[in-house]
């Protein structure tokens, strides 16, 4: 048996109009990409529907699953590969009725062994951990330590992803504990060198 790679899960930022879908070009083709979030916040459906467009038509192109964050209406409406899911933003049960056998479905479970496990037990592909680290991506109320990660894989099979703050400075803390995918925001979109450059780090650091 050998482990799987950890992969990268990237996450939009809020703003994803203007020039953000050629960016999002770059970004994947400068290495391997497992997933793409399309968190956006206060835009009306069919607004957010537009905006998804390009970038869905990206994510397709290069064979990255096109998740929605909270929104399992937009996510059926668009016909995304998945939803992510807040504490507050549903039932996966409910999430699955409306999207089907193959859409993947990620909780977000904080630092909570309990909730995890809920979530597993709801039906859930995969459990988000964190915030790891310091993040401005979004207001962290829950610090999480690199050793949940590690029971969740002596436990578990559900794939785990590690989120909050991460950087390719800080990411090999969490890889090594069992991230089984490393979702980042700020990590690459505000990289001084630009996104291209980060995830081709990000790329590197996790073909080990």
């Given at each position: 048996m050998?482990?799987?790679?950890?992969?990268?899960?990237?996450?939009?930022p809020?703003e994803?109009g203007?020039?953000f879908p050629?960016?999002?070009?770059?970004?994947l083709a400068?290495?391997?990409?497992a997933?793409?979030?399309?968190r956006?916040?206060?835009?009306?459906?069919?607004?957010?529907a537009?905006?998804a467009e390009?970038l869905?038509a990206l994510c397709f192109?290069?064979?990255?699953?096109f998740?929605?964050?909270?929104?399992m209406a937009?996510?059926k409406r668009?016909?995304?590969d998945?939803?992510?899911l807040?504490?507050?933003?549903g039932?996966?049960?409910?999430a699955?009725?409306?999207?089907?056998?193959?859409?993947q479905?990620g909780?977000?479970?904080?630092?909570?062994r309990?909730l995890a496990?809920e979530a597993?037990?709801?039906?859930?592909d995969?459990?988000?951990?964190?915030a790891f680290?310091?993040?401005?991506?979004?207001t962290?109320e829950h610090?999480?330590?690199?050793?949940?990660?590690?029971w969740w894989?002596?436990?578990f099979?559900?794939?785990c992803?590690a989120?909050?703050?991460?950087?390719?400075?800080n990411?090999k803390?969490?890889?090594?504990?069992?991230?089984?995918?490393?979702?980042?925001?700020g990590?690459v979109?505000n990289?001084?060198?630009?996104a291209a450059a980060a995830?081709?780090?990000?790329g590197?650091?996790?073909a080990?």
């Amino acid at each position: 048996m050998t482990t799987p790679q950890c992969q990268l899960y990237l996450i939009s930022p809020l703003e994803v109009g203007g020039d953000f879908p050629a960016v999002l070009a770059a970004a994947l083709a400068a290495g391997p990409v497992a997933a793409f979030q399309f968190r956006v916040k206060g835009v009306e459906q069919h607004e957010a529907a537009r905006l998804a467009e390009p970038l869905q038509a990206l994510c397709f192109a290069h064979d990255v699953a096109f998740i929605v964050n909270d929104d399992m209406a937009l996510a059926k409406r668009i016909g995304a590969d998945g939803v992510h899911l807040g504490q507050g933003d549903g039932d996966p049960k409910e999430a699955r009725r409306l999207l089907g056998l193959d859409a993947q479905i990620g909780v977000t479970c904080h630092a909570s062994r309990h909730l995890a496990m809920e979530a597993g037990e709801a039906g859930a592909d995969y459990v988000a951990f964190g915030a790891f680290y310091p993040t401005a991506t979004k207001t962290v109320e829950h610090h999480a330590d690199p050793e949940i990660l590690s029971w969740w894989q002596g436990m578990f099979e559900l794939p785990c992803v590690a989120i909050g703050g991460i950087t390719t400075d800080n990411a090999k803390a969490l890889v090594d504990a069992g991230a089984d995918f490393l979702a980042v925001s700020g990590g690459v979109w505000n990289d001084p060198g630009g996104a291209a450059a980060a995830v081709a780090r990000f790329g590197k650091l996790l073909a080990g």
